[in-house]
């Protein structure tokens, strides 16, 4: 599962590369938005800058990370791809909601509490594939996880569903390849524990 990532400069640098051929308008508020981010962790509930469609077109836009859940301020952030069409929560966002979710890296946690940073060798951001929905207070969306890869494995048995640059268009915009995408399995990542930098000192 994913419950924290993080954003900087060179989130924003990247998004602005993705959303820079589009038609004037859709520049211009895909622009705005990605001024508004600034280096921080992201947590479940909060605002973050996410890729969606319009058209036939990529735009930057910010969203709230997690839809309501069944039991007073529970938040539900993540959904699983095995499931994600059949879930009455889900089925309809990921029919007609999927975006993306760009990050520098994200974290996870392994049984011992121990903290792990995600990121990919030679690539400057993530791309996590989401999925969104309307509701009273705005767009929400969640983060889809798949089986940990060998990458993940030893801190966690899941991890988001990381695209390809390539496959950003393609799972916001295609139905029937977004189907294709839920199946694959993610790269393989480089991780960083808190506690092993530690304990060389």
Not at 44 to 72: D, E, I, T
Not at 130 to 151: H, M, P, W
Request: hydrophobic share 35%.
């Amino acid at each position: 599962m994913c419950g924290r990532y993080y954003v900087d400069d060179e989130t924003a640098r990247e998004i602005e590369k993705l959303v820079r051929q589009v038609d004037q308008k859709l520049r211009q508020d895909s622009m705005a938005a990605v001024k508004k981010i600034t280096e921080k962790d992201i947590y479940p509930a909060q605002m973050a800058p996410v890729l969606s469609g319009k058209g036939s077109s990529l735009y930057c836009g910010w969203q709230r990370w997690g839809f309501p859940g069944f039991q007073g301020k529970q938040v539900i952030f993540n959904a699983r791809c095995e499931s994600v069409m059949e879930k009455p929560m889900f089925c309809d966002s990921i029919r007609h909601g999927r975006m993306v979710i760009p990050a520098t890296w994200f974290y996870e946690w392994n049984r011992s509490k121990e903290k792990n940073t995600f990121y990919r060798r030679g690539a400057r951001i993530l791309f996590m594939a989401g999925c969104c929905r309307q509701y009273e207070d705005g767009t929400r969306f969640v983060i889809l996880t798949t089986k940990a890869n060998a990458s993940m494995k030893p801190v966690h048995e899941r991890m988001p569903l990381i695209l390809e640059e390539n496959e950003i268009a393609s799972w916001i915009l295609d139905e029937g390849k977004a189907k294709d995408i839920l199946r694959k399995t993610p790269c393989l990542l480089e991780r960083r524990s808190d506690y092993e930098q530690l304990t060389l000192f």
